[in-house]
């Protein structure tokens, strides 16, 4: 008996709704920016799962991931470099204490 | 008796990733869940071995646990003590969130469950990787070189631009 298609994606739903909370309910912006990793990880195994079992003759899904993963590092390159910065400036980096720009 | 390891490397990898993604979002500790988001990872990568994608599981593994998550460890030791604990994050925050995820979470297993897709059975074999490369590198229909030279133009612009916002004015 092989493993059901539904079994990965329930996998990739707990990662991705896990998360979600973390965006929500994290201040620090590197935590923030980990549950963002969670997600991104979480589509990227959709991915794979859906070219894999639907349509295993495609590359689709294969080279979204590949590109994907290639845009998600820099994407936390940019942002960490951000967060550095943001650091050197006002010594915390809590999204909390960030309005300076707001008004 | 093949597929009943799988099926045993399967469950392992799963649990891994579940309960290691929920302490990656419920840990305290920064640096901990830059560890807990890299098991994740891994078993993320494991999956994709698992699933006979050889290469991608090798990209997973040198860009993600190789790459981002060094860049995490680096920029939590920079802007943290070790061993500093966030504080606990407001009741309301707490309660938005996990509301949300748990309503998204029902819908989406719901769906996920109740939805019948057409013919779903894994097909075994790996991928020639000379097929790869030239699904990469040609010009037809379903072949890749635009999307490929955008990213590379991208990951210009992301070196460039981390230079110019990270450096020391």
């Not at chain 2, 008796?1 to 045993?8: D, R, W």
């Not at chain 2, 050889?54 to 646990?65: E, K, N, R």
């Not at chain 2, 991208?154 to 916002?165: K, S, T, V």
Request: with cysteine; hydrophobic share 55%; net charge positive.
């Amino acid at each position: 008996m092989e493993i059901p298609m539904t079994f990965y994606l329930v996998v990739s739903t707990v990662m991705f709704f896990a998360g979600v909370y973390g965006f929500i309910a994290r201040k620090n912006m590197l935590a923030i920016l980990i549950s963002l990793e969670l997600m991104l990880n979480s589509v990227d195994l959709n991915f794979v799962v859906f070219n894999r079992y639907l349509y295993p003759e495609a590359l689709e899904g294969f080279f979204f991931t590949l590109f994907s993963i290639g845009i998600s590092a820099a994407e936390t390159a940019i942002a960490i470099a951000i967060i550095i910065n943001i650091y050197r400036n006002i010594k915390n980096i809590q999204v909390n204490n960030l309005d300076k720009m707001k008004y | 008796m093949e597929l009943i390891a799988n099926q045993v490397i399967f469950y392992l990898l799963s649990a891994i990733i579940v309960v290691f993604s929920i302490l990656t979002v419920t840990t305290r500790r920064l640096l901990r869940a830059a560890t807990y988001l890299l098991f994740v990872l891994f078993a993320t990568a494991g999956i994709y071995f698992q699933l006979d994608y050889h290469f991608l599981g090798a990209v997973q593994v040198t860009i993600y646990a190789g790459g981002i998550i060094v860049l995490y460890v680096f920029s939590i030791l920079l802007t943290s003590r070790v061993g500093d604990k966030a504080d606990n994050p407001a009741a309301l925050k707490i309660w938005g969130g996990l509301f949300a995820a748990i309503a998204g979470a029902g819908l989406s297993l719901y769906l996920i469950l109740k939805h019948q897709f057409p013919q779903a059975s894994l097909q075994s074999g790996e991928i020639d990787m000379k097929e790869i490369g030239h699904a990469l590198m040609g010009f037809e229909k379903y072949q890749y070189i635009l999307p490929f030279e955008a990213v590379s133009i991208l990951l210009l612009a992301c070196i460039i631009g981390g230079i110019m916002i990270a450096r020391k004015r």
